[in-house]
């Protein structure tokens, strides 16, 4: 059984790039014969704006998408995810190091542009030091399950080489404040999700998922990561770079630009959301089901 999902951060109105991602996998899990979650990933208080998830939740709709099963709140689930901390054990350790203790070290950067944790923490905290932060130790630079790979169904062969691009990464704060991969890899899990469609700024998160997962014994999703949407300045959309909200007040044209964005082409201009969803589901299905 396909389970395909649409997580967004309720940081603000859906906008063209988020409605891509949400186009995207909700073709896919209905190509599939598949169930389709909307999932609201709300655990980053500071980053979480008043009703705009509800806002994000009314907007799919008008445009015809939603949730076949309950939405799950990421913030409701601070037990699930504490539960999934502990079961890590050993792989987990304490992280006194401020920010400008890791910058200063002068490591590499890593492939998201923060630097590479250069692992003073890893044999137990100095005398008086505070946790900051908990981290999960990556395997050493000679160990062969440091190197994840996968296949993403839209951009190939992905290979990432934690050790060396990574390094052991944050999965909880000491204020309380649970990393992003975390949460998706359990939540994931316990949705039974099968199928992650997303967009491309996800791609260097992907790999750090797979080592989570493979840590907790969850199994590894099917990824494909569409391409994100740029803004004239070749920035990603997003409420930082001044995304517009999208204008609901013509469905139709919101759903043909952003499936223009995915190449599919609709042989003609439909009258309707449902002649456009037929349309659009038809066309993805020849493209990425049958093969
Ligand atoms: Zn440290």
Redesign the pocket.
Known sequence: MYIGRFAPSPTGPLHAGSLVAALASYLDARSNRGHWLIRIEDIDEARTVASAAEHIIQTLAALGMRSDGEILWQSTRQERYNAAFNQLGNAVYA???SRREIADSRVSMASDGAAI?PG??RHGLAPGRVPRAWRVRVPDANDSQTLIQFHDRWQGLIEENLAAHVGDFVLKRADGFWAYQLAVVVDDAEQGVTDIVRGADLLESTTRQIYLQRLLGFSTPRYLHVPAVVNDRGEKLSKQTGAQPLDVGNPIKALIEAAAHLGLTLSHTPSSVDEFWTMAILEWEQRFVRI
């Open positions: 992280c006194a190091c944790y003073t923490c």
